[in-house]
């Protein structure tokens, strides 16, 4: 069902000139439609899911949505996603999401409905750590869930909730700002490692390379 919004108003970010929108009231109403939908299917399917990113860090700093995140981010373990993929992908489409299935080394399940995009990440294990895309978390993190309120409902996210959060955007994520990308330090050095190059690389090998 198209629905009819209230116009995104563009802010320019701190770094490197990125543009975001930032969402209107009606917009993060349908986005909290469609996360409870989605959690409800995979309660359904006693999937143990995570809130993670840049919700978490909104349900953390105030309970609500960040109206310049772009997306909801779930975190599901790897070993977890893979057994109940299939499953989950049918009985989304039954109820009206519309799926993007990305596999490879780092699987994921991009998922919309009223014109709101949830990501469903796979996180394998890797000794003590949970790895995938060049990023990082302590296992452990994901070991023992803990409980976070978002516009008054509770939902699973990794714990302790303040440790996770220092890990992927620094001690100071209780100060809002407007990001690109991720804190250094959850990021692995080899990730860290083609960053630094792209940057000091030609467009055109850029390009050539791709950004993967």
Known sequence: MENSFEKRQ????????????????SELALRETGLLELVEILEELKVAYFLADGTLLGAARNGDFIPWDPDVAIWIKAEIFSRIKDELIKNLA???????AVGGRNPKLNVFK??????????????????????????????????IKLRGRLYPCPSPVNEFLSHR??????????????YPGCQTKWAL????????????LVHLLGRS
């Open 10 to 25: 563009p802010v320019t970010s701190e770094d490197e000139g990125h543009l975001w929108e930032i969402r209107a009231p």
């Open 94 to 100: 039954s109820q009206g999401f519309s799926i993007d």
């Open 114 to 147: 009223y014109s709101e995009k949830f990501e469903l990440e796979a996180w394998r294990l890797s000794g003590k750590n949970r790895v995938r895309g060049g990023l990082w978390a302590p296992a452990h993190l994901l070991d023992n869930p803990g409980q």
């Open 169 to 182: 955007y620094g001690s100071d994520w209780r100060i809002p700002q407007v990001l690109s990308d991720s």
């Open 193 to 204: 490692t083609k960053k630094k190059f792209r940057r000091l690389s030609p467009n055109w």
